[in-house]
C-alpha cells in the first residue's frame, strides 16, 4: 500500500518562505497571486494492506515524527 | 560536577562547548556519541549547536529521537540539569522537554551576529551569575530560531517565570522576542544564543562565561 502524506503549516502561522515565493510570483509579472503557502510532500510504502489499520499507523507517524504538530498539519492520502 | 556533552552527526559546536565547560569547572567532559544507549553519572548534560542530522525533515526533529536522546529525557526526569544551545534548543523542543518550536527566520536569511540579550531572572542554575534586568551579548547563528508556541503556552512561560532571555531586538520573528526558556523546574534551558562563543576574549565576547560559571557554582559535586 502507498500513501502519501501532506505537511502544511497551521492556519495562523505565518510562513515566510510561502510569502517570499509569493512576492517571486508577483515579481515574475504573475498577477492574482493571494496567499502562498508551503509544506512538504511525503510518500511511504507499506506492507500493510488493510486500509484502517494503514491509516492508523500513518497517523502516528505523522503525530510522533513526521509533523511537528505545534506549528504543522497533516494530511494522509492513502494512494493504492 | 561531572558534564556529558551529546555529539550527532552534523554537531558544530560541541567542542566549543566542550572548552566553555572545562575552563568553568576544570573537568573535562564526557563526549557522547549519538547512538549510545547509555550515559554516564553526570550533573548536567550539554546538547550542543550545529545541524544535526543536517537538518532533515526539521531542525532537531531526527535527533530528537536518536537512541541517546532516551537517556537525556529519563536523566532530565530525574532532575539532571539540561542545557540545549542553538540546534540544541530545537532538539529539546522537539523531543518535547520543552515546549513551542523553532520556525524558520521571519526575514528567512540565515542571522550570524552579536545580539543584546536581556537576563529575565538570575534565580536559575543558569543565570545565577547574572543580574535579573542586564543586557548581555552573546552571538546567534541560525536559520531557525523563531520561537512559535500558541497563545496559552506563551502566557504559561510568561506567568510562570519561565522566559530566561529576551532579545533586546528581535532578529528572527520570535514570540514576545524570546530567546531562551526554561522547564518548569528550571532544570532544563534551551537558547538559540551561543554563550559558548562568548566565553573567552579571544572569541570577541566574555558574557556567556558566566553560564557555565553559574552551572559550576550551583552543580558542584
Known amino acids: 500500500m502507498r500513501a502519501r502524506i501532506h505537511i502544511t503549516l497551521k492556519h495562523g502561522v505565518l510562513d515566510p518562505q510561502g510569502k517570499a515565493v509569493g512576492q517571486a510570483l508577483a515579481a515574475l509579472g504573475f498577477a492574482g497571486v493571494g496567499e502562498v503557502r508551503q509544506g512538504k510532500v511525503i510518500d511511504i510504502e507499506l506492507a500493510e494492506t488493510d486500509p484502517g489499520r494503514a491509516r492508523e499507523s500513518l497517523r502516528e507517524m505523522c503525530e510522533r515524527l513526521l509533523a511537528n504538530t505545534v506549528i504543522e498539519d497533516y494530511e494522509i492520502d492513502l494512494t493504492g | ?221
Open chain 2, 1 to 221: 560536577m561531572k558534564t556529558a556533552v551529546i555529539v550527532f552527526p552534523g554537531s558544530n559546536c560541541d567542542r566549543d562547548s566542550a572548552v566553555a565547560v572545562e575552563a568553568a569547572t576544570g573537568r573535562a567532559p564526557a563526549m557522547v556519541w549519538h547512538g549510545e544507549a547509555a550515559l554516564p553519572p553526570v550533573d548536567l548534560i550539554v546538547i550542543p549547536g550545529g545541524f544535526a542530522y543536517g537538518d532533515y525533515l526539521r531542525s532537531g526533529a531526527m535527533a530528537a529521537h536518536s537512541p541517546v536522546m532516551r537517556e537525556v529525557a529519563a536523566k532530565a526526569r530525574a532532575g539532571v540539569a539540561v542545557l540545549g544551545i542553538c540546534n540544541g534548543f530545537q532538539v529539546l523542543t522537539e523531543a518535547g522537554l520543552l515546549p513551542g518550536a523553532l520556525m524558520r527566520n521571519a526575514g528567512l536569511r540565515f542571522i550570524c551576529r552579536d545580539v543584546a540579550l536581556s537576563v529575565e531572572r538570575d534565580d536559575t542554575i543558569f543565570t545565577r551569575r547574572y543580574r535579573a534586568g542586564a543586557t548581555v551579548t552573546m552571538p546567534v547563528a541560525h536559520n531557525d530560531g523563531n520561537y512559535v508556541a500558541d497563545g496559552e503556552t506563551v502566557a504559561r512561560l510568561e506567568g510562570e517565570g519561565l522566559v530566561a532571555f529576551r532579545y533586546r531586538e528581535n532578529p528572527n520573528g520570535s514570540t514576545a522576542a524570546i530567546a531562551g526558556i526554561l522547564d518548569p523546574a528550571r532544570r532544563i534551558l534551551g537558547l538559540m544564543p551561543h554563550p559558548e562563543r562568548a566565553a573567552d576574549s579571544v572569541l570577541g565576547g566574555t558574557d556567556g562565561r558566566a553560564l557555565f560559571e553559574g552551572l559550576a557554582d550551583s552543580l558542584a559535586a
